[in-house]
């Protein structure tokens, strides 16, 4: 005879009974419950060396066994074989290498996983879903981070000009030029998924200095850096990058059960933008291109990365979250890879050049 406590799936209500166990049947009775099952009617969950037995009968019933020569009875009863995840668990060993395996899985979901779905799911928006996120995060960032630009009309006009000059006969939307006043005065300019670039004033001071002129060389850093930022809105880039943040936001919340922790606002994402190491390679190359195209040199472009090395001395080796107040630094990392990558464009443009000019025929 074994000592249960038994609900009998209609009510609430405890019962205490007894089982016993013999000829395939478990039979129960205590107070007004008499009952008897076939072990093919009785279902166990899992056992734990310190918790009740459970189990859970075809009509609905369920029996709970506390003691231990009783749990041991009902486990040889029905057969109760562990699962192999089962004897894993009870072993340290089994332990580590699940975990191994979740960080494994993990890792590999953000490194590769994510990426890759948010190319799918970017790839199926239309145009007009870039064209809503942009307004709305321009509309969400005027007045809070941007005022109007301090600059002249006349300066303004001249940045819209330079514009011109790199945007490419056919693009993937209309782009268009703002020149704003960012509240902490950085130098900055990014892309927004609309196709509008946005550049501060501290920008536009910080590659002319004093100057009231536009020489060559800050000509050619404007033209790189519009060029740059064009390259970022053809590749739809920010729409990837919220793409990814927001499929990250989603996997953590559903993983750790926080869905508070669920991107909500594109704005936040697009003013602290993180792109990929591809994503900022290919609108180097981008700009490298239209520059080529329009007779500018990339030169002017790594001297400008260069500057904002002695802007931010050290700022090439500091972690991204310390970089949260640089403007340009903090959304555009810059590095002395990107440098020499200009570099070598302008050296190869001004090879080229030389050899087209030997090879013109010379007049006599």
């Known amino acids: 005879m074994i000592s249960a406590t038994y609900f009998d799936g209609a009510n609430l209500r405890l019962h205490a009974v007894d089982l016993t166990l013999d000829n395939g049947l478990i039979a129960i009775a205590g107070g ?23 189990v859970d009968f075809a009509d609905g019933g369920r029996c709970e066994l506390s003691e231990a020569p009783a749990k041991a009875a009902m486990i040889a009863a029905l057969g109760f074989r562990k699962s192999a995840v089962m004897r894993w668990q009870q072993h340290w060993y089994g332990a580590l290498i699940a975990l191994a395996l979740l960080i494994a899985s993990i890792v590999s979901f953000v490194q590769w996983g994510v990426p890759a779905l948010a190319e799918r799911v970017v790839a199926a928006m239309p145009a007009a879903v870039d064209k809503r996120v942009g307004d709305e995060a321009e509309r969400s960032l005027d007045g809070r981070m941007f005022t109007q630009s301090r600059l002249s009309d006349q300066r303004i006009a001249e940045i819209q000009d330079i514009l011109k000059e790199v945007l ?40 002319m200095g004093e100057e009231s002129d536009i020489d060559d060389d800050m000509h050619n850093a404007l033209a790189g850096i519009l060029a740059h930022e064009i390259g970022h809105v053809e590749g739809r880039h920010s729409m990837r990058a919220i793409a990814r943040a927001s499929m990250l936001a989603l996997g953590s919340a559903t993983l750790f059960g926080d869905f508070s922790a669920v991107v909500a606002g594109a704005p936040v994402i697009l003013l602290n933008m ?15 291109t239209r520059l080529r195209e329009t007779k500018h040199t990339p030169a002017a472009l790594a001297d400008f990365f260069d500057s904002l090395d002695k802007l931010f001395p050290g700022s090439r080796d500091m972690p ?10 903090s959304s555009h990392p810059s590095s002395e890879a990107r440098s020499a990558r200009f570099r070598a464009a302008a050296a190869e443009q001004e ?3 030389e050899a087209a000019a030997e090879a013109a025929p010379k007049a006599d």
């Open 32 to 54: 007004d419950i008499v009952k008897s099952y076939s072990y093919a009617e009785a279902r166990m969950a899992e056992p734990f060396a310190h918790a009740p037995v459970i």
């Open 168 to 207: 490419p006969a056919k693009t993937r939307m209309p782009i268009k030029l703002r020149v704003v006043e960012m509240k902490d005065a950085s130098p900055n300019a990014f892309a927004l998924p609309n196709g509008t670039i946005m550049m501060t004033d501290g920008m536009i001071k910080h590659i």
């Open 274 to 288: 993180d792109y990929s190491r591809q994503m900022e390679t290919a609108a180097d190359e981008f700009a490298i």
């Open 320 to 329: 991204r979250w310390m970089k949260s107040q640089m403007g340009y630094i």
């Open 351 to 353: 090879a080229a050049d």
